[in-house]
């Protein structure tokens, strides 16, 4: 169950489980969440429930909403946010809304849900998808590139911060160098002949690279480096 | 000159890092010209059992519908052709299948699963689908997804209640509006669209589009369209080694094109040339 915990100047004064559709806040008595501060609007803000998801929206309050620091209009209520109208702060508490919970697995929505769904079904075969990737994860990945000793990149540095990316010639020898958790690894592409690492053939397998390693592939000769 | 479609296919398909089953199926077919990915779910255990059940049923009643079809069983308004239509009622009936497996094994009782598949045919491909497995294609290096998930999600940014770019912030990722094995009737989304040489298409479960960002996909792709199987290895490795949170199955389509019969023109053309 998610709860809202009221605080006011460092003390918690409140809790509030969100347990109906729509919650609004403000200062107006009668409000669900009734905040008597001059900095709170009257009708500063709701909560609206679609499916797991609250997803908080200031309702052109006087003096806005911020929520962990940035000024916002509308959010996706994320486990640990607080929000601030006002004197107020609003600390939003969902153990379910934790990105680390196993949340994906695939599941068919209850009929209640439905309705919102179906009322929702675009008509547009135009209209954008949800972008749902977690690229943020990509932080724990090293750090690497390559120093361009012969060929197009002689003289550059490049940095490999795609999770991967090609060198060589393309249809007569072309490897990749993909950028992964424990480090950077070469793999073989194309061509009857594959890509050299210190001289040695690297084969059809994937070869982890090592700090200093030279590969040869196409016209080109790199120096790898890990930062 | 009659053209004739020819498509190199590759697949890769892996429990992920977290799960303990794979509940994805994948298929393809060379001789029909068919890819299908299913996303089981639900169940003791027993999504991959809808998944492989809505799997085998539309390759065999696929199988038979494209050796007899009729032009005549086009739909009154001839807005598709006999094979996607086929392909629709296979979709339904592996929706029948489905419940009638979970009515009579408790285990099974409220599995079901997702479906997308694709057939190519001369210099179109048809494709139907049920749920959140997508298909993208690849076409001058750019990613287009040319299927509409049926999940919660889709229904929020289509309504406008969030924005696109929030919708990774969403705890609805996994919700699906739509899935074989759920009600009686299954409404199957058809889509017929042209085919060009070098277009790639990519089948997908929800464990790569919800690990690996669209962006990189696309860059995956360019890169590697020259190995397919070696793209589709990467793209699972990739939302691997991104968390792999679910199942990820990746179902590659590569189309070429070669002249079916060379003319006499053309031969003698060809001839010349040399």
Request: aromatic share 4%.
């Amino acid at each position: 169950m998610a709860k809202l915990v009221v605080i006011l100047n460092g003390a918690m004064v409140g809790n509030h489980f969100i347990e109906k559709g729509r919650i609004t806040i403000g200062r107006r008595t009668g409000s669900d969440i009734h905040l008597d501060d001059p900095g709170v609007s009257k009708e500063h803000a709701v909560i609206q429930t679609v499916g797991n998801d609250h997803i908080f929206e200031d309702m052109g309050s006087t003096n806005g909403s911020t929520i962990n620091g940035s000024r916002i209009t509308k959010h996706i209520l994320q486990n640990g946010d607080v929000i601030n109208l006002g004197a107020y702060q609003l600390k939003y508490a969902n153990i379910k809304a934790n990105p680390e919970m196993d949340y994906d697995r695939t599941m068919m929505i209850q009929p209640a849900d439905r309705q919102v769904a179906a009322m929702a079904q675009p008509a547009d075969e135009e209209v954008s998808s949800p972008a749902t990737a977690r690229s943020s994860l990509r932080a724990g990945f090293p750090l690497g590139g390559l120093r361009g000793i012969k060929g197009e990149f002689a003289g550059q540095k490049i940095e490999l911060e795609r999770p991967l990316k090609i060198f060589g010639t393309i249809g007569e020898q072309v490897a990749v160098i993909m950028r992964r958790p424990p480090g950077y690894f070469i793999t073989h592409v194309e061509g009857n002949k594959t890509a050299r690492v210190n001289g040695q053939a690297i084969g059809t397998e994937a070869q982890a690279l090592q700090d200093g390693d030279v590969i040869e592939v196409g016209q080109e000769k790199l120096e790898f480096f890990l930062k | 000159m009659t053209k004739q479609i020819r498509v190199e296919f590759a697949s890769a398909t892996d429990t992920g890092v977290v799960r303990k089953f794979n509940e994805d199926s994948i298929a393809t077919d060379n001789e029909t010209g068919l890819m299908v990915l299913a996303d089981g779910m639900g169940g003791y255990m027993a999504g991959d059992v809808a998944s492989a059940l809505a799997i085998s049923v539309v390759k065999e009643e696929l199988g038979n519908a494209l050796g007899n079809l009729k032009q005549a069983e086009s739909d009154s308004d001839k807005k598709y052709l006999p094979q996607t239509l086929a392909m629709k009622r296979a979709a339904e009936k592996a929706n029948q299948m489905i419940l009638r497996v979970a009515r009579k094994n408790s285990q099974c009782k409220d599995m079901g699963t997702t479906l997308t598949l694709a057939l190519f045919q001369e210099d179109r491909i048809s494709i139907a689908h049920v749920g959140d497995s997508r298909l993208y294609r690849l076409r001058y290096d750019r990613l287009e997804q040319l299927t509409l998930d049926h999940s919660l999600l889709q229904g929020q940014v289509a309504a406008g209640l969030i924005d696109s770019g929030d919708a990774k912030l969403s705890h609805n990722r996994n919700l699906v509006t739509r899935a074989l094995g759920k009600e009686e009737t299954v409404a199957v989304d058809v889509r017929e669209e042209d085919v060009l040489p070098g277009d790639i298409y990519l089948l997908c479960s929800d464990g790569l589009n919800d690990m690996v960002e669209d962006v990189d996909i696309e860059l995956a792709l360019c890169e590697l369209k020259a190995n397919l199987p070696l793209a589709a290895k990467l793209l699972v490795q990739m939302a691997n080694d991104n968390g792999g949170h679910d199942n990820v199955s990746v179902v590659l389509a590569r189309v070429q094109v070669q002249p079916a019969k060379r003319g006499l023109l053309d031969r003698l053309f060809g001839w010349f040339r040399r």
